[in-house]
């Protein structure tokens, strides 16, 4: 144990020094983190174990900690995007969209229907990706490598769906004020059909693989439970609180983006365990593609993919150059001499992990004065040290794949 | 029956009388201003009222304003939501610049705690009764608290970028 | 196995007659180091999840000899470094290279992690290589995985051509010092 990783003042070393167990063997302290191979990201935790079961743990973050909140206050509204996507990267567009939202919000703007419903295709997409890694890589935690192999692929189909819509895989900076840069093409429509006829086969076959696998239900069953009260009070929101039993969702209490046109149920789990935690997302991302349906189904006719708000949405490149007012309409959007209204304002969305939220105050300049995000992963991530109390310092590992905290959402 | 602004104000008004004012509706949230030595018992109100239920915080987080007079350099804001009845609340104080504390709530709501220390990362603000108040996103040795506004966003001592080259200074805008 | 599609790496040049084959030990040393790099993913964040597409099935790094991933730092070759080092970070990358033993690469991926890429911040730390020695950057933000898998080769060239003796050459010491490592 490296002096650097703790000190010999810590509260832990003192307390090995006190408790000496009857048969005589000592307590231990274990360094998890912050590079360790199992936890995906960076998270250290520092804990105290008696064998092989954990009596305490004390967490530090702030591993990859980017500043996000100082760089936006620097920053243009439409340069914020690029920041939204490398918080929760495994599920950007929901981001991307949520940073839309919000904006819209305070400049009043309505957006034509069919954008709200591309926007929830692409934001179902998400949470699907979202769900396929988190889910995949518990699999890989228990095991199980043949499950992250097989449902990689379809990740990659997701990711040419997106690359059709806005050229990039990952990071995704999707969208513009008032709807997206361009329609999506045929081509992105088609694969996206394409992707609801071959990703529901594939993904009941990873079901079954899991559901009902003795050795998953063993390492996942009762690992790391989570009462609904308790849940609440950390703060946990989206699949991990709908786990313990508590049927939240943005979607449904507080809907944006048209969510309220569609017909879909939240899936809730009971015990808050680790198990439960995997079959809601699994449930979810059935939920995510009977939306997708629908949304794909009661799509309006025409082409209206962004508002007409000239003040804030760019105009196309072409216009720019043959045509005066597009002319002075891009030169104010860039420059940032649009009006924004002295106002604050906190948009929530659904994100892969719970409930995204947006706080923005403006002073009326082209920058925010001040962009708060609510990071689910940062609030319910306290909850960790506290679920793991009393585990096997495997299940730590499970429990942590299994609550899908993901580092740069964590540090921002 | 929906829990109505109104209703929200009056039992405020009741219990705490001035100490709560300013309330307006910010689109689509209802607000208002509790005076800072205050801010506890009204979160443990709203919190514990048969009525108001507002027994979720959503967001805890500082904000920084430095042209503002000496006791409203600094404003901590609270995001509170009622689940039962869906309603949305945002509870804002300001606190004093020179020496900025406030109470802290972890022992009301569990999930401030990491909050609250976030919020003392950024802007240095002492939150009296916090069981571990210590920097969390950044290294313990620092000593500014970067969102301050006086403090810039990039380091002022790399030495691979040449600000001028980028058309901007380290004061950035 | 003909009508297999396995490629197999072409021997180095050498002299070749009947029961042996002469050529320069740089040659096979390089050939056989080039063709076995053992990774050690540090992930810290959106690169991380390219790495894991590459790692996947449909862009399966292990073509390229990288079939084991080594998560410690002393049974690998090639560290990869992926996505933001914040200056909280930088201490920790700096122990496990010193961890790795020689010889050792690394790939820095992504623009953070070869420049500090968008994030020009106090916290972060401005390109990995203030640090630690690089041999490889790979643009992009994050990067394709193919951009990764070609970064990959090019490592696989400098292993392949780098002389045995580059290890123990005051250059290369004197890269090394300038790092205040060791």
Redesign the interface.
Known sequence: MSELLLPPEHRYAKRIKEQLNEDGSELSILNLGPTHPATHGIFQNILLMDGERILEAEPTIGYIHRAFEKIAENRPFYQITPLTDRMNYCSSPINNMGWWMTLEKLLDIEVPKRAQYLRVIVMELARITDHIICNSILGVDTGAYTGFLYVFQFREKVYEIYEEICGARLTTNMGRIGGFERDWSPKAFELLNTFLEEFPAAWKEFENLFERNRIFIDRTVNVGPISAEQAMAYGFTGPNLRAAGVDYDVRVSQPYSSYEDFDFIIPVGKSGDTYDRFCVRNAEVWESLSIIRQALAKMPEGNDFHADVPDYYLPPKEDVYTSMESLIYHFKIVMGEVPVPVAEVYHPVEGGNGELGFYLVTDGSRTPYRLHFRRPCFIYYQAYPEMIKGALLSDAIVILSSLNVIAGELDA | MALETIQIKEKLVESFDSAVFEFKQERDIFSFEVAADKITAVILFLKNDPTLRFHFLTDLCGIHYPDNDEEHQFAVVYHLHNWYENKRIKVKTYINGENPEIKSISNIFLCSNWMERETYDFYGINFIGHPQLKRILNMDEMISFPMRKEFPMEDSGRTDKDDRFFGRTTDNY | MSDSNINMVAPPEGVVGEGFFATKLNDVVGMARANSLWPL??????C???F??TM???YDLARFGSER?S?SPRQADMLMVM???????A??LRQ?YEQMSEPRWVIAVGACAS??G???????L??ID?VIPVDVYVPG??P?PEQIVDGVMKLQELVRTESVRRRSSPEYQELLASYNIK
Do not use: L
């Not at chain 3, 993913?41 to 959106?46: E, G, K, L, M, R």
């Not at chain 3, 968008?118 to 972060?124: C, G, K, L, N």
């Open positions: 993913p540090f992930a810290t964040s959106c991380g999840i390219e894991m597409a996947a099935s449909h991933v998560f996505g933001t080092i914040s200056k909280k970070m201490p920790i496990v420049s500090g968008i994030f020009d911040t106090y916290s972060v401005q390109g203030k933000c994050p394709r």
